[in-house]
């Protein structure tokens, strides 16, 4: 079993839906929670970073972590067609060198 | 300023071939890492630097693979006698301290033949 899984997608919304991705993982020892978006060809970029559990706003981006529940969440609203990537939840916390673990990564579209 | 840059952006080599991948971090980040992505999987930690100290080198998934950090600053990958299963994404990133936000790099996109 995975540290950390993600549901693969892919997940195809219309312009305007809310989305919302998920990851759940094993590892109490996680403290920081990360959502990096990733472009076809890119290299991830950072969209959200939340320490320990609770709720964090950013624009139309919002995470949440339930560290009873070892989940995180990531929601989109008003979705826009630009917002087609992947998007990678990692976390650390489990050895001093703050290297990330990472889900699989959710391939999201958003259709016009 | 400018980001972390990796070069090249793609590689492709025969079977048997060592190859090397650069970083050029971020200007003053003391932490730089070293990660795979390989097609269908997330991305895999392979090593970690910080400043002087050792690095760990806990994710190199064999002894084909190696890597150094020169002066604190650019770091290059080496894979020896490349198999196919080395095909993969090989990201950089870079974060001012430990547990600090890591930057990626574009990533070097390697191809065995």
């Known amino acids: 079993q995975k540290e950390v899984e993600q549901d693969p997608g892919p997940l195809s919304v219309p312009e305007g839906a809310i989305v919302s991705l998920n990851c759940t993982y094993s590892?109490?020892?996680?403290?920081?929670f990360m959502w990096y978006r990733q472009y076809s060809r890119k290299g991830p970029e950072l969209l959200m970073y939340t320490y320990s559990s609770g709720n964090k706003e950013d624009g139309r981006f919002t995470a949440q972590v339930d560290k009873s529940s070892k989940y995180i969440s990531l929601f989109i609203r008003d979705s826009q067609p630009s917002d087609s990537a992947t998007y990678l939840c990692?976390?650390?916390?489990?050895?001093?060198?703050?290297?990330?673990?990472f889900g699989q990564g959710t391939t999201l579209q958003v259709k016009p | 300023g400018a980001g972390v840059s990796q070069s090249p952006s793609n590689k492709v080599t025969e079977k048997g071939k060592d190859v090397e991948l650069r970083c050029d971090p971020i200007s003053g980040h003391t932490a730089l890492y070293w990660y795979r992505q390989s097609l269908g999987q997330g991305l895999e930690f392979l090593i970690y630097f910080q400043g002087n100290s050792a690095p760990d080198k806990s994710g190199l998934p064999s002894d084909r693979f190696s890597a150094e950090r020169t002066g604190g600053s650019v770091s290059t990958l080496t894979i020896q006698r490349t198999q196919q299963e080395d095909s993969a994404v090989y990201l950089c990133a870079s974060s001012f301290i430990r547990l600090d936000t890591q930057y990626f790099g574009p990533g070097t996109r390697l191809t065995v033949l």
């Open positions: 590892n109490s020892a996680f403290q920081y």
């Open positions: 990692a976390m650390s916390g489990s050895s001093n060198t703050g290297k990330l673990i």
